[in-house]
């Protein structure tokens, strides 16, 4: 009778053990892909904002196609949405690696 509660623990020891390894391996897993969906949140996020950006310069384009005739505050936003535009460029080509 002794000899089988002490097969009974140790199998349920190591059963313990595997299930606590198994564990911590999901867990670490698991860390890795948030941290792959959150990257790809941000790029997706900052890819956006991008052409969110390019869509407005468009528009300025469009409504002052002559840009001699421009309003100083119009052609004011417009240089600081190219800056922003470069920087947010300089964003995701950094996102992607490049």
């Given at each position: 009778?002794?000899?089988?509660?002490?097969?009974?623990?140790?199998?349920?020891?190591?059963?313990?053990?595997?299930?606590?390894?198994?564990?911590?391996?999901?867990?670490?897993?698991?860390?890795?892909?948030?941290?792959?969906?959150?990257?790809?949140?941000?790029?997706?996020?900052?890819?956006?904002?991008?052409?969110?950006m390019?869509?407005?310069?468009?528009?300025?384009?469009?409504?002052?196609?002559?840009?001699?005739?421009?309003?100083?505050?119009?052609?004011?936003?417009?240089?600081?949405?190219d800056?922003?535009?470069?920087?947010?460029?300089?964003?995701?080509?950094?996102?992607?690696?490049?």
């Open positions: 009778m002794a000899k089988i509660i002490s097969i009974l623990a140790i199998l349920g020891s190591f059963f313990g053990a595997f299930l606590y390894i198994d564990g911590r391996i999901a867990k670490c897993a698991e860390k890795e892909q948030v941290g792959q969906v959150e990257r790809r949140l941000e790029y997706d996020i900052n890819l956006n904002q991008l052409y969110r390019r869509d407005q310069k468009r528009e300025f384009s469009r409504d002052f196609p002559d840009k001699t005739k421009t309003p100083a505050a119009v052609q004011r936003q417009m240089n600081e949405l800056q922003d535009i470069e920087m947010q460029r300089g964003k995701v080509l950094k996102m992607e690696g490049k």
